[in-house]
């Protein structure tokens, strides 16, 4: 998943002439600058290296972006996902619904619960969740609907709102692309009952490690808090046995559930302010750059391009270029190795979920979700992040059109 683990070397050009790039570059990358490095510094010198100042600092920050009442920030999205479907209740027995067009923490978060993960299929314009096969698969064993803004465009939230209202489920958004994503004028964040972050290096904004959940319900935030430290409880007044019954004093605490250790660092919280410091101009350069993509490939019959619903306001996390191949001599894969000739390092989001070796021996099988599989086979991400220079956008655009030239029938 990350940027580091793909190879450098050089190759010659497949599609003739010379690269189009000297040197490679890559689908997605962080931007740390002196700032940041100043902000860690100065908080790893301080009194509180975890559980301190900053933290909370970051969850107000978090609050204040996004509108929700409550911020709790984690390790990462992963445990994020995990402890909002715990908080949400899912247990053994129970199912959850997401799309197979994903990174697999999406699904495994159901698993962690002991539950099950249900695919549903998604649309093939916008590559979000299908709202009408949500509805079919749905039970009456079906708790929660995890909802994933793939690219960082937000998924059609008034109709999975309408189905967790008739079918008492708990909506919860994986907004690991969509921070600063807006549906119809309102912040990512308020939309699902629990919104999940992603703060890897390859998102919008980074601390390293690093997720947050925010919600406007104050049990869940309850229950959330909890949950991120081992289920433990510092507050005499919430305490289940009072204090004193046990001869507690001041360093009395209780563990009320079966937490974890999911705590973020305040160094990695004072990186993450200081990124949410620039976010602003992040997003508005990846809209920017999608922008540019949009224009160059809108006319070349060879490429599809997103479909983008009215509703989303989308900080784009992703680019995905996708290939009409009956149009094309080449196959995706063909693509994809021609494009890394010309040192422009894509990357597929996502391997359908239920492929993994894992799922399949859980007994889920290929087919499961055809327009997924079918979006799969034919899209690659490309560059796409805030430091990447308007040369470097003109040369990726530049290496797809010199592809589409020579692999089109
Ligand atoms: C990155 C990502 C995750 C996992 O995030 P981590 O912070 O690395 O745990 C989960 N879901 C989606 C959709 C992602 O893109």
């Known amino acids: 998943m990350t940027n580091f683990d793909m190879d450098n070397t050089q190759i010659p050009a497949i599609c003739g002439g010379q690269s189009v790039r000297d040197v490679k570059i890559y689908y997605g990358r962080q931007w740390i600058n002196e700032d940041d490095v100043k902000a860690v510094s100065e908080t790893l010198l301080s009194d509180y290296i975890t559980c301190g100042p900053k933290v909370d600092e970051l969850e107000h920050r978090l609050e204040k972006f996004t509108g929700a009442k409550h911020a709790i920030v984690c390790t990462n999205d992963t445990s994020a996902l995990h402890i909002a479907c715990v908080a949400a209740g899912v247990g ?34 916008t590559y979000n969740i299908d709202p009408d096969s949500i509805e079919q698969h749905i039970t009456e064993h079906t708790k929660a609907i995890v909802a994933v803004d793939y690219t960082g465009q937000v998924v059609e939230v008034e109709r999975i709102r309408a189905l967790c209202d008739k079918y008492h489920l708990v909506f919860i958004e994986d907004a690991a692309h969509s921070i600063g994503s807006k549906y119809n004028g309102t912040p990512v964040g308020t939309l699902a009952d629990m919104t999940c972050f992603s703060f890897h290096p390859v998102k919008t904004i980074t601390s390293g490690e690093g997720g947050a959940i925010v919600t406007n319900n104050d049990e869940y935030a309850r229950k959330l808090n909890l949950l991120r430290s081992h289920g433990m409880e510092h507050d005499h007044s919430k305490f289940v046995t009072p204090a004193d019954e046990d001869n507690g004093g001041a360093w009395y605490y209780e563990q009320q559930m079966i937490g974890f250790n999911y705590r973020m660092t305040d160094f ?5 302010i200081s990124q949410m410091n620039r976010i602003d101009s992040f997003i508005a350069r990846r809209k920017a750059i999608v922008k540019r993509y949009n224009e160059a490939f ?20 992703l680019y995905e270029l996708r290939l009409d191949l009956s149009k094309l001599k080449c196959t995706r894969r063909e693509f994809f190795d ?8 894509c990357q597929v989001h996502y391997i359908p979920v239920y492929w993994m070796p894992v799922y399949k021996e859980l007994g889920y099988e290929r087919g ?10 034919s899209i690659m991400s490309i560059p ?3 430091k990447l220079t308007d040369d470097e956008v003109g040369d990726v655009i530049k290496a797809v059109l010199k592809l589409v030239n020579w692999y089109k029938k």
């Open 298 to 317: 809108a006319d070349v019959p060879e490429i599809i391009v997103q479909k983008e619903i009215p509703q989303s306001d989308t900080s784009r996390h």
């Open 268 to 272: 990695q919280a004072a990186l993450l």
């Open 368 to 377: 499961l979700c055809p327009v997924a599989e079918k979006v799969y086979g």
């Open 338 to 345: 021609a494009m890394s000739a010309e040192n422009v390092q």
């Open 384 to 386: 796409l992040y805030p």
């Open 92 to 125: 053994p027995g129970d199912e959850v619904i997401t799309t197979p067009l994903t990174f697999m923490a999406s699904a495994n978060c159901a698993l962690y619960c002991g539950a099950k993960p249900v695919f549903a299929d998604i649309r093939e314009d």
